[in-house]
Each structure stands twice: as C-alpha cells, then as structure tokens.
C-alpha cells in the first residue's frame, strides 16, 4: 500500500518521532508530538537521523493500525493528501513506519528535540538528545520494530554517554552548548562546525545542531534566554510563566473535564509502586474563557508571533500572520483561548478585564486560537458590510477533543451578531479608527453599539476536513433553531419577534414540511444565510442536513412500504444532486462522457450523505 495514502497523525512521521513537546505548568505537564514537520524538515526527515527505539516503535504502530484500517474500508471523511512526500513508492507495511523511513538506512544516530513550552506559550527550552545506532542492528527501513533488541536494553547507558543538550549545564535554556571537554574528546564539536557533514568516510550526511536549531525555532516560540530581548511579552508573565491576565476582552468563560496525570497516594506500597508503573488520569472540572484581541492593541501582535508558530506543527499550510498589516483596509483580531488557573469559574458569561487576572489572582495558560481578518465587500448580496474570515484555528492537543473548537467557533458567530457589544466595545472602537471600517454606525455614540453589528457574513479561508466537519454541525444546529423558534411561534398567541422575510421563506413556502424535497431557490438561501451570517452554500448543506434528518423522523414513525421509502430517498437525492452539479459544474463537465458524469455526481452525492449521517449520528 502507497505510504502517500496515509493521513499524517502526530509521531508518525520520521522528524515527528523525534520531536517531543511538553507543556510545562505548575504540579502537571502534558506530552505531545507534531503533526506536520515538512515546513521545518524536508521530506519529514531529519539527515542522519532516526528516533530513540520507543518513539521508532510507537510510529510503526501508528502505520500500520491506519494500514489495517484502510485496508478493511475507505476512511469516511479522509484528510486530503500532504503532497510533500518524496520518493512515493510501494513500502512495506510492516516495516516503515512512513515514507519519510525511506531515507532511514542513512542514519548514523538517534535524536531526541525535547521542546519544554512555558504555560504561556511564549517561550521556551529546548534540549538535543542524541545517541549513537548500535552497529549490530539493521536500518530501521528494514527490520521489525516489535523485536527487542540488545540496543534497547543499553539506551540508558548510551544516552548518558552520547547525548548533546543545547544548553548550559546548570539550565535547560535554549541556545547555548557545553563548553568541549578539556581533553579535547568532543568529536560533537566538529559535526557542529557544518550545517551537514559526515560521521565517517562513506556514510551518509548528518544535520548539525546549529542547523536543527534554525530549523526548528520556524515552530517553537522564542527559547527562555531571550526573553530579555522581548520586554513587552516578559511583562505580562510571572515567574512561572504564566499571564497574568488574559491576552484581550473576556467574553466568555465556561468549564471543561479534563484528564490529568495523578500520583498514586502511598507509593511505598505494593499498590502504589504498580500504580506507579502505569499512567494513572483523573478527570477535574477545569475553567478556560475566551478572550477577543484587536490586533493592533499593545502587546498583541509581540505575543502573537510567539504562540502562532506552533501551528507549523499542525496545521499543514501555516503561515505567520502581522496582526498590526491591514491589508485592503480590513484588519485582525485573534479570539484566544486561556486555561484559567487559581479560583472557581465565574457565573457570569461575559466579565470585564477589571473583574479578572491580577486583582483576582488567577493565571492563564494558553491552549488556542482563532485568527480573525475583517474586510468591507461592497458587493456582496443581500447587503453589503464587513465579512469576518477565519484564517488559521489551533487548539492544542491536550485540550482536543473537549468541545473547545465548537465554543470557540460559536463565540466567532455570536460576536458577529452583536452578542458582545458591552464586553467589546472598547476593542472594536479602537478597531474602527485604526482601521477605517465601513459601516454607519456612530463610534462616538454610548449604546453599546459595535462594528461588530456591520458584520454580513462569517466564512473560513481553506478549512481543513475535521474543521468543516464541525462547521457543517454548527451551522445545521443554528438552522434547525430558527424554524424550531418559528414553529413554537406558530403555535403561541404571539408571534412579534418573528422576522417576516425568515417566516415568508421557511413557513409559507414549506421548506420545512417532511414531505417537501425541493431544493432551496437561491435568493431564498441568500437571505436566510445573511440572517445566521453563513456563507450561501453553508445554509444550502444546513438544510440539505436538516431535510434528511426529517426525512429520518419520518421514516421511523410511519410505515411506508419498501417502494414508498425509495421514493422519498429519491426525492433527497435529487435534490441534493442538483446542488451538487450547480457547484461542481466545471468539474463535472470536464468528465469525457456522460457516463462519467454521473460517476462523479454519484461519488459527490455519497460523500456528502455519508458525512451528513456522520455528523446525525444515523
């Protein structure tokens, strides 16, 4: 099986696996590897190198389980290939964990980066493990990796003799290397005089230190012994390393579950010492807010270009983002989200700077963030204004999983519908003037208007398969609560808060009637997408999902013969199909026959009812 088939996942890769990242807070840490390393190392390979034996172990394993699972059927919602691969060829599956493996029988020794990231995310140390292959094994390309090994049972004395940290001796700080030793047996030192070099006549190239280093520092914030040189970021942090407040306006704040490492109460005992021996987690209630930063606010962007170049290292195409560079007018905004640490949540959803950090003794740590860029479309129907793009989202792996990018995702649509106004006004009015946005609202005026009510429209710039995924359920969910709140309308004595135009739309043209299958006329989509502030074709796949799910209802509390549900599954389908062919249109009509065409349609039509169901739950 092509190696190119693989999604990539943390630690699989050959530089992945040798990439190890902790985030280091007071009484816990959290373990994590890369993702993407092909911005950083070519070919996802480190010259010279491979991991130490676990690491090697754990990225076959990776492999071959996504191996298996491909093998038995085609992943339902699959991420798009890398394309940075070299050298896609037939592999063995059992013995590489990945193409990057493919340059493996070149390496002379095995490497360790231990990144260390401070709670805040601003800085951090960095040590450079290294040991030597033992001669007497194979390349990792091509023995088995569950065999043990007499290397494995002497990596303890090995990394002791053979390790090289990038640091003082007394300090685990970044940049700075051990003096050579006084009899002059340091043959690092040599290595380190070259970007590449080599180990001995004949074997292969071997990256340097000093190279690894430039390399790496493109994904990891500033090392600790530089800190003095950023005065701006140091004065927000305390000695831990935690910010003392958050970066930007609160607004909003809620609780998470979370799995921490716990240490076994009497570790003298027999129980304690095997409870020692294996990871023992414990869930606790955790708060985390949401902050919304301007840009161009002090501090902002000098903290920004820190945390953000993390997302080298899992987001696939990253880029460095200028928050204080408004291009064509627009500007940005960052919505962080900080791990709370020190009290108990607040019962208020939206709290004022004033109300919070210092003067309440909590802590921040960071755990994401949604980088935001506002721009004016004068054109864009059925009115014009500001469109909010979400340009690059990032929420750590320690806190995925935990419904933070669906809160985070909600907080963007709430800010655009001026659900923030009071939190926000002073981050936007600063917006306004810097920036010069379009809109007529009055900036000097008290009400607790905001720019924010100038925004049409929320989309996503190049959204990743997973981040569409959760788009899609959202936006279906804000959906499905607009004809809900009209139906319960329908039914009460008063119906004054309806929206004509939504109630026209949805209720007098029966778009919301289980038998209607029709597909959605396209001015009807345009309005009722600028009511929820969704793209067209958002509001187009949150109906086509809300019409299956009623169809689903239907089907379950009547009974219709065999003929009869096919008819209704039909009627779904083109309907469907209709927008699928509208949107694909060139595609579709480059196929050479119309054979071909209903191929294509047919698979467009499957994957997207096969994620419709994914996302249902059917």
């Keep these: 099986m092509d190696s190119q088939e693989l999604d990539?996942?943390?630690?699989?890769?050959?530089?992945?696996?040798?990439?190890?990242?902790?985030?280091?807070?007071?009484?816990?840490?959290?373990?994590?590897k890369p993702v993407y390393t092909h911005q950083c190392f070519q070919d996802e390979v480190i010259p010279g190198f491979e991991p130490f034996q676990k690491e090697a172990k754990e990225a076959q394993n990776l492999a071959r389980k996504q191996r298996q699972n491909l093998s038995a059927s085609t992943s339902m919602i699959s991420?798009?290939?890398?394309?940075?691969?070299?050298?896609?060829?037939?592999?063995?599956?059992?013995?590489?964990?990945?193409?990057?493996?493919?340059?493996?029988?070149?390496?002379?020794?095995r490497l360790k980066i231990a990144i260390s990231l401070s709670p805040s995310c601003a800085f951090c140390t960095l040590d450079i493990h290294k040991m030597p292959l033992e001669t007497t094994c194979p390349p990792l390309s091509t023995r088995v990796l569950g065999e043990d090994t007499a290397e494995e049972n002497s990596d303890a004395n090995s990394t002791q003799t053979h390790k090289h940290l990038l640091s003082n001796s007394s300090s685990t700080s970044g940049s700075k290397r051990k003096a050579p030793d006084e009899d002059g047996d340091n043959d690092q030192s040599r290595?380190?005089?070259?970007?590449?070099?080599?180990?001995?006549?004949?074997?292969?190239?071997?990256?340097?230190?000093?190279?690894?280093?430039?390399?790496?520092?493109?994904?990891?914030?500033?090392?600790?012994?530089?800190?003095?040189?950023?005065?701006?970021?140091?004065?927000?942090?305390d000695s831990d390393g935690y910010l003392t407040k958050p970066i930007g306006s609160i607004v909003s704040s809620y609780t998470r579950k979370i799995k921490v490492p716990s240490t076994p109460t009497n570790s003298d005992s027999a129980e304690g010492l095997a409870a020692s021996k294996t990871e023992i987690e414990t869930e606790i209630e955790t708060s985390f807010i949401l902050a919304l930063a301007n840009g161009k606010s002090p501090g902002v962007?000098?903290?920004?270009?820190?945390?953000?170049?993390?997302?080298?290292?899992?987001?696939?195409?990253?880029?460095?983002?200028?928050?204080?560079?408004?291009?064509s007018g627009g500007g940005w905004n960052v919505l962080y989200l900080f791990r709370r640490h020190g009290g108990p949540i607040s019962t208020s959803a939206i709290r004022d700077n004033?109300?919070?950090?210092?003067?309440?003794?909590?802590?921040?740590?960071?755990?994401?963030?949604?980088?935001?860029?506002?721009?004016?479309?004068?054109?864009r129907k059925p009115q014009s204004g500001n469109i909010l793009r979400i340009c690059q989202a990032l929420v750590l792996p320690p806190y995925q999983r935990q419904g933070h990018g669906k809160a985070m995702m909600r907080a963007v649509y709430d800010y655009a519908k001026v659900s923030y106004n009071d939190a926000l006004r002073s981050v936007h009015m600063s917006t306004v003037k810097d920036q010069g946005y379009h809109g007529d609202n009055d900036t000097n005026s008290n009400d607790g208007r905001s720019i924010s009510q100038e925004i049409v429209e929320v989309n996503v710039e190049d959204p990743a398969p997973g981040?569409?995924?959760?788009?899609?359920?959202?936006?279906?969910?804000?959906?499905?609560a607009m004809v809900a709140n009209l139906t319960v309308s329908d039914n009460s004595a008063s119906s004054s808060d309806i929206d004509p135009a939504i109630e026209d739309i949805i209720m007098k043209k029966g778009y919301c009637k289980d038998d209607c299958f029709q597909s959605m006329a396209e001015n009807d989509a345009v309005i009722l997408a600028s009511k929820l502030r969704i793209t067209k074709t958002q509001l187009q796949i949150s109906y086509e999902i809300f019409k299956l799910a009623s169809m689903t209802r239907a089907l379950e509390r009547r009974d219709y013969t065999t003929k009869e549900k096919q008819a209704i599954e039909t009627k779904f389908r083109l309907m469907v199909k209709k927008r699928l062919n509208g949107?694909?249109?060139?595609?579709?009509?480059?196929?050479?026959s119309k054979v071909e065409k209903q191929k294509m349609l047919t698979k467009l039509f499957d994957a997207s009812l096969k994620m419709y169901k994914y996302l249902l739950r059917i």
Excluded: W
């Excluded at 190239?205 to 090392?223: L, Q, T, W, Y």
């Excluded at 981040?467 to 959906?479: A, L, P």
């Design 583 to 592: 949107l694909h249109k060139e595609d579709i009509g480059a196929c050479p």
């Design 354 to 379: 004033a109300n919070d950090g210092e003067g309440k003794g909590y802590r921040y740590s960071f755990a994401g963030f949604l980088t935001l860029f506002t721009f004016y479309s004068p054109f």
């Design 467 to 480: 981040f569409t995924c959760m788009r899609n359920i959202i936006d279906y969910q804000s959906f499905a």
């Design 191 to 237: 290595i380190d005089a070259e970007i590449v070099t080599t180990t001995n006549a004949g074997s292969a190239p071997i990256m340097s230190d000093d190279e690894i280093m430039k390399r790496i520092s493109k994904a990891i914030p500033s090392v600790q012994d530089q800190s003095a040189s950023l005065p701006i970021i140091t004065s927000m942090i």
């Design 8 to 32: 990539p996942i943390a630690g699989m890769s050959c530089a992945s696996a040798c990439i190890s990242i902790e985030l280091s807070m007071v009484g816990s840490s959290c373990a994590f």
């Design 301 to 327: 962007n000098e903290y920004h270009q820190q945390v953000q170049k993390l997302s080298l290292f899992f987001i696939e195409n990253a880029d460095d983002v200028d928050l204080t560079n408004g291009e």
């Design 79 to 109: 991420a798009t290939s890398t394309g940075i691969l070299a050298n896609s060829t037939e592999i063995d599956a059992e013995n590489s964990p990945y193409s990057s493996t493919l340059f493996l029988q070149k390496a002379s020794s």
